[in-house]
């Protein structure tokens, strides 16, 4: 039976976690007709061993593996053609983000809006974390007014047409970014809405420098471009 939601999961070195976060996505919507694909982005450890022994218990749980790691936005890309669901919602693998908040952000979908976004209202994140979370965010509202205080929060949720209606163009983490400012500018109507926020179980961040900088890079060539 065709899946009413997609929950994409993109994992990178994740073999900590991934269990943990399959099965906690998968209570957490029970009642719920849907899909679960795990992207594995080039792992080089036993993430993609391990989702491959889940899926003999979890039927709705599906995986994809890339042979070569090309970063965040690629992995979802890859994860939004393979969808079947009517809605299409993504996470995190690193237990930051709580999948009972979906259900919660489904409802107001139902209720007329076509994106949901989870605002991290109260962020677990060390000092530094929250300082350039703050710089982004406003950098990317002095760049494209977008009306929500945190951008790449997550989980969030697009009625499917949507995502298959926009071209991904940026790289890392300024996906989030580029799929809100896209649905509006194409007059879809979206909110923010807070969520629960944890921190990394096991403290190691996927975050560095050299993904920061690609960021900054592709979200000023994504400002030019929109110009």
Known sequence: MKPNLSVVIPAYNEEMNIKKVIELTINSLKGLNFEL???DDGSKDKTKDIVKKLMKKYKRLRLIVKDVNKGYA????TGFNSCKGEYITFIDADLQNRPEDIPKLIDWV???YDIVI???KD????????IVSRLWNSLCHLLFQIPFPDINGKPKVFKAGILKDIKIETK???I???LVHKALKKGYKGMQVPVGHSSREDKQSKATFRKGLISLMSLLEYRVKSW
Not at 123 to 130: E, F, M, S
């Open 37 to 39: 694909v795990i992207v």
């Open 176 to 178: 989030d970014l580029e």
């Open 123 to 130: 962020r677990k994140d060390i000092l530094i974390r929250l």
């Open 110 to 112: 139902d209720k007329g």
């Open 118 to 120: 989870g605002w991290r």
């Open 172 to 174: 890392q983490w300024v």
């Open 74 to 77: 690629d992995a979802l890309r």
